[in-house]
């Protein structure tokens, strides 16, 4: 049986065409707007040389705008960051997927594999105009988003708190109800993606909690129950305490996603289903709004110093956990490679077996 071919952007009306037609420009012409806007921040920090840097961004992304709009083919990097190796042996192998001797190009191409790509010039963009090298060009939107979100945030955090109170009188069947709460406020936080929104404000302004309800049809697969019996089998029976058990989340967006994510390992580990959290991020910015090392403890900074007493209580929950070790945080560059997560065993290794030792996995 023969292997369909990949979706790319030369089917016309696709997800993939508008994609490249469209939205990765309308992203790229953001990341633009952002570094020329930040022209005065890096002459005060660097002086002419920030200025400098800011043209040479700015040159480089312009005429990456222009290779992607006139499907030119897909060039190798060419910077130093440890994965370039991966990503140009990737480009060869991609070369051997066309017919007629043609190179790989922007609307010809598997359309998960141009839009990796398009990341992964932005990053090859900014480090080589030093010294800006280790600006996020997202960090800004990424920002806005989290303040734009802070109402639905407060009232997630304040849920969360008044469930802990309350806990020691909920049954059996009420502790299940209450995770299950939990898991689709975590799963509907992917809504405020802004690569899918083309970097414009995708940001939650009502409670989620009072939304589950009417966004239960769309649900496709729902394995709560399976989960839920995952967690609770591996729960000591006299103590009611979690026997050493660990939960993976590979985490996706910043902003309010992830202060979802922030509250149900909050509430896997109050509710005794597992003794630790593993967190997975990006080592570079990735796909507008994903998670990086420094979105993720900034969200917890920002948490703790919010002017509300149960948000900042969350943060200050959270930081511990980091500190005693509960929470884990651990970032690879696999996540920001063009390969399939399928991939995973035979090109990072080391992660397959850091994975392996996880008792559940949220993607």
């Not at 993720?296 to 511990?320: P, R």
Request: glycine share 4%; with cysteine.
């Amino acid at each position: 049986m023969e292997t369909p071919c990949s979706l790319s952007a030369s089917y016309e009306g696709s997800f993939a065409y508008y994609t490249v037609k469209d939205r990765l420009p309308q992203i790229l012409t953001k990341v633009i707007d952002t570094v020329h806007r930040n022209k005065n921040k890096f002459f005060e920090e660097y002086g002419e040389e920030g200025v400098e840097a800011e043209k040479k961004a700015i040159s480089f992304f312009s005429k990456l705008r222009n290779e992607m709009q006139t499907n030119k083919p897909i060039l190798p990097l060419n910077d130093n960051w440890q994965d370039i190796d991966i990503w140009n042996q990737y480009l060869d192998y991609q070369k051997t997927l066309l017919d007629n001797g043609e190179d790989p190009s922007w609307f010809r191409s598997s359309w998960l594999y141009v839009e990796c790509y398009l990341y992964r010039r932005i990053h090859e963009g900014i480090s080589l105009s030093p010294p800006i090298s280790e600006f996020d060009v997202f960090r800004d939107v990424k920002n806005e988003s989290f303040f734009q979100s802070q109402q639905a945030m407060i009232t997630l955090c304040t849920h969360l708190q008044e469930l802990k109170k309350t806990i020691a009188s909920l049954s059996k069947e009420q502790h299940r109800e209450e995770f299950y709460r939990l898991l689709q406020v975590s799963l509907w936080g992917n809504k405020c993606d802004l690569s899918i929104s083309g970097g414009r404000d995708n940001s939650q302004k009502i409670s989620i909690l009072s939304s589950l309800e009417s966004l239960k049809p769309f649900i496709l697969v729902d394995n709560m129950e399976s989960l839920w019996n995952t967690l609770t089998k591996n729960k000591d029976v006299s103590s009611e305490k979690a026997l050493k058990t660990r939960v993976d989340i590979v985490l996706d967006n910043a902003g309010f996603e992830l202060v979802t994510d922030f509250i149900l390992a909050d509430a896997i580990l109050f509710f005794n289903l597992a003794t630790e959290v593993h967190f997975h991020g990006k080592c570079i910015p990735w796909f507008v709004s994903d998670t990086t090392k420094h979105d993720f403890d900034w969200t917890i900074q920002q948490s703790l110093a919010a002017n509300h007493k149960w948000m900042s209580k969350c943060g200050q929950t959270w930081k511990e956990n980091l500190k005693k070790g509960s929470w884990v945080y651990h970032e690879h560059i696999f996540w920001t490679l063009p390969h399939e997560f399928w991939s995973m065993e035979k090109i990072a290794p080391d992660l397959y077996t850091e994975l392996k030792k996880s008792d559940l996995i949220f993607f």
